[in-house]
């Protein structure tokens, strides 16, 4: 799995001119499954960024999780995050998991999320949408499971 990461003060996304997610303070996450992604990736993403201190402490530092603070987390599937440019011009999605496959994870994930008690919203999987965030610091972190997880 692979996941862009953005500290937001707020979020949204739109489909056909209706939010159909938003979010305030919090993380607004970009998320790829990978062909090969189990549950095992699933976890450890979710463990990863519901713990993620990228949020300030009282002296600036960055020391506080979502779980800290009580953000939410935006999640919106983005199969091009697996996109393979090193060739030609045109990427590669040869990488990405089948859409059913995907899903499936992509679910699990956000039911992860909101069983460790981070309010979620998401987007519309397999659907065109139009994402607006206000991204605060800016703070921007990609993040992807290890190899190790699947084995």
């Known amino acids: 799995m692979k996941a862009v990461v953005q500290r937001v003060s707020e979020a949204s996304v739109t489909v056909a001119g209706e939010i159909v997610g938003q979010i305030g303070p919090g993380l607004m996450v ?3 499954v ?3 992604d189990s549950e095992r990736e699933a976890r450890w993403m979710a463990d990863k960024l519901t713990g993620l201190r990228i949020f300030e402490d009282d002296d600036g530092k960055m020391n506080h999780s979502l ?3 009580g953000g939410a ?3 919106v599937s983005q199969f091009t995050l697996l996109g393979d440019c090193r060739k ?3 990427p590669s999605f040869v990488g990405a998991a089948a859409p059913e496959a ?4 992509y679910e699990r994930f956000v039911a992860m999320v909101g069983e460790a008690g981070v309010p979620t919203a998401t987007g519309r999987f397999r659907t065109e949408m139009q994402v607006a965030l206000v991204n605060e610091g800016p703070v921007t972190i990609v993040v992807e499971s290890p ?3 699947s084995g």
């Open 67 to 69: 779980l800290d603070t």
């Open 102 to 105: 995907a899903n499936a994870l």
């Open 34 to 36: 990978a062909a090969g």
């Open 73 to 75: 987390m935006l999640v």
């Open 30 to 32: 970009l998320l790829g």
């Open 88 to 90: 030609g011009k045109r």
């Open 147 to 149: 190899v190790s997880v």
